[in-house]
């Protein structure tokens, strides 16, 4: 198994195609042990980003990576750390500082989060979500402000419409501000739509790169949902996923794909992962894990990205057809 490196879009950043995120896992689900073992062992296969978020766990899985960072002392140049902002960690009271992008709140924000980490800069950082109440202008011009002081490095989206990505890129543009370079959509073999459909002018047009999430869809491809929720799994742990992990429609067509796995003779798991890194718009895959073993299964999905014919691409997304 060798890590390849894909451009972060039309910039000079390389990231690796499969990189390791901190959602659910860091600072709540798992030991804070656990946690740097795993970043540990995806940095030694050759991971070089890292996402987080000021929100995960309330700030507590940036603390927890910023453990990880100091204990390992990798050098800087050697890693990307990333954060995001939107929903806040002061809850809802927090007037300016709560489901919002405005220029107060971010500018705080990513001190907050500099702070926590341990780190002088971050490598990237998003705006989490899209916010209607506050002006797109405002916003780039506070994310390229934040780009401009050094805090931070290179700025994207997350789960933003294709229409706000292109308007807040074209205000940068009118007023030579840093653009964004960067969306970081759900995508996974259930979640097609945006990445193969509604973004797909983008990546020509303003050479937006992909950090995409979820490639299991919370393990829900992983088959470790077909006979209920196995104790310590995501599902049992966050109850909102309960639901959706279990459905059973879903799950017999993870049962029908597990088929096309076995024929590959490689895991769920794995073909999912090399399927979601095959979209050449894709700059990186954030994959999460719970577990180190995880880590070390998902990383194989490199080597079963050559097994990908187009007769199996074909199966596969015959199984999940773009909805
Ligand atoms: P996945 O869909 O890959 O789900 C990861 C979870 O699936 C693990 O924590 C583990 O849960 C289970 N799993 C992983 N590998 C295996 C395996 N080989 N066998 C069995 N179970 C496995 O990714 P995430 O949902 O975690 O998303 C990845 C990252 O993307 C996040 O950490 C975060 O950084 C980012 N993200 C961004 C969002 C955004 O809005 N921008 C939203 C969500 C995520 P368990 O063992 O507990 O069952």
């Avoid at 806040?88 to 489901?99: D, K, L, R, S, V």
């Amino acid at each position: 198994m060798t890590m390849q490196y894909r451009k972060l879009g039309s910039t000079g950043l390389r990231v690796s195609l499969f990189s390791y995120g901190s959602w659910l896992t860091f600072g709540s689900q798992q030991a804070i042990e656990q946690s740097i073992e795993c970043m540990g062992a995806a940095y030694e296969a050759g991971v070089n980003f890292f996402d987080n978020a000021e929100v995960y766990a309330r700030g507590a899985a940036e603390t927890v990576m910023g453990q990880a960072i100091a204990q390992f002392g990798w050098p800087r140049h050697s890693y990307l750390v990333s954060s995001k902002y939107y929903w806040g960690i002061h809850g809802e009271g927090a007037i300016n500082a709560h489901n919002t992008l405005n220029r107060k709140y971010l500018i705080e924000a990513v001190d907050g989060s500099l702070e926590r980490l341990g780190l002088d800069h971050l490598d990237l950082v998003y705006c989490h979500r899209p916010d209607p109440e506050t002006p797109i202008e405002e916003t780039v011009w506070a994310m390229s402000d934040i780009i401009a002081s050094g805090k931070a490095l290179y700025w994207g989206t997350s789960e933003w419409p294709a229409d706000d990505i292109r308007a807040a890129w074209e205000i940068a543009e009118r007023h030579h501000l840093r653009k964004p370079v960067v969306e970081q959509p759900e995508y996974n073999l259930f979640r097609r739509r945006r990445v193969e459909r509604s973004y797909r002018r983008l990546y020509g047009d303003i050479g937006l790169g992909l950090t995409t999430w979820s490639p299991l869809a919370s393990g829900l491809l992983t088959g470790k949902y077909l006979h209920g929720v196995p104790e310590g799994s995501r599902a049992d742990s966050v109850g909102w996923l309960r639901e959706r992990l279990t459905d059973p429609e879903a799950n017999a067509r993870v049962r029908r794909f597990m088929a096309v796995a076995d024929e590959v003779g490689c895991t769920a798991a794995q073909l999912a992962l090399a399927w979601t890194a095959s979209n050449p718009n894709v700059s990186t895959v954030l994959t999460g894990a719970s577990r180190v073993e995880q880590v070390f299964e998902n990383l194989e999905a490199l080597d079963v990205m050559a097994e990908l014919t187009p007769e199996r691409r074909e199966a596969i997304e015959a199984i999940f057809p773009i909805e």
